[in-house]
């Protein structure tokens, strides 16, 4: 496609259940990011791939959050017994190498738990 | 995002009229500076980025003015039209690959 590609656009879990959100980014994009972003606020970010490569995880709220990238293009976040705090948007975004390429980002996932 | 803020969170503007939308930063290492439009129900699509070693940079309908004495960024919008109704961010990049990001400006563009 010509966009980063998010699925699904809604998910609704209630508290303590798994979540997977995909995303498919630009390709040929050598890097992806995730980001979250409650509701009112800028994007947070979370964590940052360089092809298969997690180099920056700083920003996943807890060890509940998990993230990957195996071959290098396909990304799946994971959240883990979801909480209630955990509801937010959930942005995927994808770059070529230089670090002050424009970010191209998803539509989203937007998580509600109940 | 801690060290990049908006002056105000929303902005009304009549349909025609430019737009000027404010950001102010704190993070001196800061070496890119990224403005993103968001409409609702999408991801933040970029608008104009502007290095650190530039004052202004004009694109289609857009200038970006950064000054560095007083560690402001902003968004002028010429004509203003309906479309450009969205959120507004700033976001700084100081060197890295991340970008924080302030909480947003809301335009509302009357007919």
């Known amino acids: 496609g010509a966009g980063v590609s998010q699925s699904p656009r809604y998910k609704v879990a209630k508290r303590g259940q798994d979540v997977a959100l995909r995303c498919d980014p630009i390709s040929g994009h050598v890097s992806l990011f995730w980001y979250q972003q409650a509701l009112g606020q800028g994007p947070e970010f979370l964590t940052y791939?360089?092809?298969?490569?997690?180099?920056?995880k700083s920003g996943l709220p807890s060890d509940r959050f998990f993230a990957e990238r195996p071959e290098g293009s396909v990304s799946t976040l994971k959240i883990q017994r979801t909480q209630q705090e955990d509801s937010a948007v959930y942005l995927c975004?994808?770059?070529?190498?230089?670090?002050?390429?424009?970010?191209?980002f998803g539509n989203g996932t937007r998580l509600t738990v109940t | 995002g801690e060290s990049v803020g908006l002056h105000l969170p929303t902005l009304s503007v009549q349909e025609g009229d430019n737009s000027i939308i404010n950001c102010a930063y704190s993070?001196?290492?800061?070496?890119?500076f990224i403005w993103y439009k968001q409409e609702s129900g999408k991801g933040p699509q970029f608008i104009i980025g502007?290095?650190?070693?530039?004052d202004k940079r004009q694109g289609q309908r857009v200038t970006v003015l950064l000054n560095k004495t007083v560690k402001h960024l902003s968004l002028q919008i010429a004509a203003t039209q309906p479309g450009d109704s969205a959120v507004y961010f700033c976001?700084?990049?100081?060197?890295?690959?991340?970008?924080?990001f302030g909480a947003g400006t809301t335009v509302t563009v009357r007919a």
């Open positions: 993070n001196s290492a800061s070496d890119y």
């Open positions: 976001a700084e990049n100081s060197g890295d690959y991340k970008l924080s």
């Open positions: 975004a994808s770059s070529r190498e230089d670090p002050n390429s424009p970010l191209h």
């Open positions: 791939f360089q092809n298969e490569a997690q180099l920056d």
């Open positions: 502007i290095r650190s070693n530039m």
